[in-house]
């Protein structure tokens, strides 16, 4: 699996911003070589990096060393990448989406952040939402939660804060797929 820089460059950007330069030296000192590798040379937005070194370890990373170990760093670097990620002109758009379209089109651009994979809405209703991640070939807890997070950021942006996200099935704990379970409070 991989994925796009942008969601590698969240990562780096979220520590720098949140435990200073101090905290991503601490975080390049503690990844395995390849991701450090990775992560102190030049990371392009646009091109495609291995995600176990270029996720899945910062993220275990993060959580490890500036959470206590809690899955909280990876939902908080999610998070961050959403309200990072919808800005300016997305910003406005997102604002404007009902949860509805907002998660629509979620599902519909996740294929241009990771490959291989793919998200749809498996289940609608007026109060839930399910959205369902498959067909990637790694899998990893972390990501999933980073995930969940990210989604919580974007409906946060689209103005929506009375909302619950959980993970359903977990393709990380051997189900077939891993599904996003959003609940309207």
Same mark, same amino acid.
């Given at each position: 699996?991989?994925?796009?820089? #942008?969601?590698v460059?969240?990562?780096?950007?979220?520590?720098?911003?949140?435990?200073?330069? %101090?905290?991503?030296?601490?975080?390049l000192?503690?990844?395995?070589?390849?991701?450090?590798?990775?992560?102190?040379?030049t990371?392009?937005?646009?091109? @495609? *990096?291995?995600?176990?070194?270029?996720?899945?370890?910062? #993220?275990?990373?993060?959580?490890?060393?500036f *959470?206590?170990g /809690? &899955?909280?760093?990876? @939902?908080d $670097?999610?998070q961050y990448? /959403?309200? %990072?990620?919808?800005?300016g002109? *997305?910003?406005?758009?997102?604002?404007?989406?009902?949860?509805?379209t907002?998660?629509?089109?979620?599902?519909? $651009?996740? =294929?241009?952040? *990771?490959?291989?994979?793919?998200?749809?809405?498996?289940?609608?209703?007026?109060?839930?939402?399910?959205?369902?991640?498959?067909? /990637?070939?790694? =899998? &990893?807890?972390?990501?999933?939660?980073?995930?969940?997070? @990210?989604?919580?950021? /974007?409906?946060r942006?689209?103005?929506?804060?009375? =909302? #619950?996200?959980?993970?359903?099935?977990?393709?990380?704990?051997? %189900?077939?797929?891993?599904?996003f379970?959003? #609940?309207? %409070?």
């Amino acid at each position: 699996m991989q994925a796009k820089g #942008t969601s590698v460059l969240a990562t780096r950007k979220f520590v720098a911003l949140k435990f200073g330069q %101090d905290g991503l030296q601490r975080l390049l000192d503690a990844l395995p070589p390849q991701s450090r590798d990775l992560f102190a040379g030049t990371l392009l937005a646009s091109d @495609w *990096y291995p995600v176990a070194p270029a996720l899945f370890a910062p #993220t275990e990373a993060v959580c490890r060393l500036f *959470y206590g170990g /809690a &899955d909280q760093g990876a @939902w908080d $670097i999610g998070q961050y990448s /959403a309200q %990072d990620g919808l800005q300016g002109v *997305y910003r406005f758009f997102a604002r404007m989406a009902s949860v509805q379209t907002l998660l629509e089109k979620t599902a519909s $651009i996740y =294929h241009t952040y *990771y490959t291989p994979g793919q998200m749809e809405i498996a289940e609608r209703t007026k109060q839930r939402i399910v959205l369902r991640m498959s067909g /990637a070939d790694e =899998h &990893d807890r972390l990501f999933e939660v980073r995930v969940c997070g @990210w989604l919580d950021g /974007a409906l946060r942006v689209c103005g929506n804060t009375k =909302h #619950t996200l959980t993970i359903g099935a977990s393709a990380a704990r051997g %189900d077939a797929t891993t599904d996003f379970i959003m #609940t309207l %409070d």
